[in-house]
């Protein structure tokens, strides 16, 4: 199993990411990978963890699955935290000397599952402050352009922050005070979205406020497994935020404003 990237974070990646708020990798993740991690993923499946949720409803088509917190459960998801390429790219990526571990997503849509991913910021959701928070996404499948995610061109940089809302049943967030999302699918054609076809050993690097969602794998003859970790950099602190937040899923003991350094958010490069 690779240590380093399968290839070198080039500059022309990270001014695509400060440009647009995500990049595609192409082979960073070697084979090795990709084989235990999928096997692990079927395992996690088989024995979801308290914050698993299936998104699809009881009689729907396919399975929409999402569960969090893995690598506090699973070795393979640990050692993938630790010891994968995932946070020297992060930390390539954002420009930082440091990079702590958030969380992981393991996000996991069957054939013919007709659930969007809606669409969304991340940072919204979660307890932490700054421009350098981002996360890699990266599938365990092949990924045809029409279920990749789609990213709207810039809209890390709108300076606009929208109310979070639950995946399950579209309920806004209590007590956030923040305005809804556009209907960005009436407006498709004012943006420029990006998006991709993947393989396995790919991933997709975004910035926390990006705005995007996923189409669902209707029509798709594949599965589609993704893990996206998520990491901060030298300028993120923690957050207490005002109203519903919900990650991180458990206290970190950590006060507005400090360092994100704890046992939940372990800091992971450079390396020991």
Request: glycine share 10%; with cysteine; aromatic share 12%.
């Amino acid at each position: 199993m690779n240590r380093e990237p399968g290839n070198a974070v080039t500059e022309a990646d990270i001014a695509a990411y400060e440009r647009d708020g995500v990049t595609v990798l192409r082979g960073m993740f070697d084979a090795d990978w990709i084989v235990a991690m999928g096997a692990a993923v079927d395992r996690a499946m088989a024995a979801p963890g308290p914050h698993a949720e299936d998104y699809t409803p009881e009689g729907g088509g396919g399975r929409f699955f999402g569960d969090l917190d893995l690598w506090r459960r699973h070795d393979a998801f640990r050692r993938f935290v630790f010891e994968s390429p995932a946070a020297g790219i992060a930390a390539r990526i954002m420009r930082s000397a440091r990079v702590n571990f958030f969380y992981d997503q393991l996000l996991v849509k069957e054939p013919g599952t007709a659930e969007r991913t809606p669409w969304h910021q991340d940072q919204p959701y979660w307890a932490v402050d700054g421009r350098q928070v981002c996360s890699l996404w990266t599938p365990f499948d092949p990924v045809p352009q029409a279920a990749c995610v789609e990213y709207l061109a810039g809209s890390h940089a709108w300076g606009r922050t929208f109310n979070p809302y639950h995946f399950m049943d579209g309920s806004p967030y209590a007590g956030t005070g923040l305005p809804p999302m556009p209907d960005i699918d009436a407006e498709r054609d004012r943006h420029r979205i990006l998006t991709w076809a993947l393989e396995p050993g790919d991933c997709l690097v975004f910035q926390a406020m990006i705005v995007h969602g996923a189409p669902g794998t209707a029509g798709q003859a594949g599965r589609r497994r993704a893990l996206a970790t998520r990491w901060t950099g030298d300028d993120a602190r923690y957050a207490v935020r005002r109203g519903e937040v919900a990650i991180p899923t458990s206290d970190p003991g950590l006060g507005h404003g400090d360092v994100m350094d704890c046992d939940l958010f372990p800091l992971v490069w450079p390396r020991a």
